[in-house]
């Protein structure tokens, strides 16, 4: 079950990217990276050297919703503060 979410997510989050115009997939590419079959991260690298980073962001917003909706909620401002802690480490990231 565990590795069935994880696959999902990756799915999602990778497809997510690319429907907000971030970069392009394809449906072998995205079941290449959703399962992390051979030569996936080569794959992901071919299109282009901040899709890795977009994507590890994308990422990070699914485990955290999945954690909002399955974990004892905090309170509103910690959420934020959270949200603006993740969003500023990855702009770095890319902008490096």
């Known amino acids: 079950m565990r590795r ?3 696959i999902v997510k990756r799915a ?3 497809d ?3 429907i907000e115009g971030l970069y392009e997939v394809d449906r072998g590419f995205t079941y290449t990276v959703a ?3 051979a030569a996936w991260e080569v794959e992901l690298a071919k299109k282009g050297e901040n899709v890795r980073p977009l994507f ?5 917003a699914y485990d955290y919703v999945l954690d909002l909706a ?5 309170s ?3 959420r934020f503060a959270y949200c603006m802690k993740l969003s500023a480490a990855h702009r ?4 490096s």
């Not at 590890?56 to 990070?60: G, S, V, Y």
């Not at 770095?92 to 902008?95: M, Q, V």
């Open 16 to 18: 997510t990217g690319a």
């Open 4 to 6: 069935a979410r994880e």
């Open 12 to 14: 999602a989050a990778l």
């Open 35 to 37: 399962f992390e079959t």
């Open 56 to 60: 590890e962001a994308q990422l990070h």
């Open 70 to 74: 399955t974990k004892p909620s905090q």
């Open 92 to 95: 770095r990231r890319i902008a």
């Open 76 to 78: 509103p401002r910690r």
